[in-house]
């Protein structure tokens, strides 16, 4: 089992940037994939972006392709969610996602994700 702390969100102006970090508890870290989900208010929980167990294999939503980075630090037991060029529609609370199988090929249902962080706010101003 897994537990997963984010932090980093907050307040920025639009074309602003923010890296949003989750901390994995745990010595198998390197053996989850993980990903970045978003929800914003009255809205459903969507994918952001996925990092398979080594780092080498990343999916982004459509919507943030060009503008957010993952990445993990194994050793660190973390996992990073590097955003640039924020607009208004990316205002959400971001949660981070463990899974227990590797991701090789684009998996954004949250139902294939086993452990998840409690969030942190992003919220972008116009």
């Known amino acids: 089992q897994v537990q997963l702390v984010e932090s980093g969100g907050g307040l920025v102006q639009a074309g602003g940037s923010l890296r949003l970090s989750c901390a994995a508890s745990?010595?198998?870290?390197?053996?989850?994939?993980m990903g970045w989900f978003r929800q914003a208010p009255g809205k459903e929980r969507e994918f952001v972006a996925s990092?398979?167990?080594?780092?080498?294999?990343?999916y982004y939503a459509a919507s943030v392709k060009d503008r957010f980075t993952i990445s993990r630090d194994n050793a660190k037991n973390t996992v990073n969610l590097q955003m640039n060029s924020l607009k208004s529609e990316d205002t959400a609370v971001y949660y981070c996602?463990?899974?227990?199988?590797?991701?090789?090929?684009?998996?954004?249902?949250?139902?294939?994700?086993?452990?998840w962080g409690q969030g942190t706010q992003v919220t972008v101003s116009s």
């Open positions: 745990g010595r198998t870290f390197s053996s989850y994939a």
């Open positions: 996602a463990a899974r227990r199988l590797d991701i090789l090929v684009p998996i954004p249902e949250e139902r294939q994700y086993d452990y």
């Open positions: 990092l398979s167990r080594s780092g080498g294999t990343t």
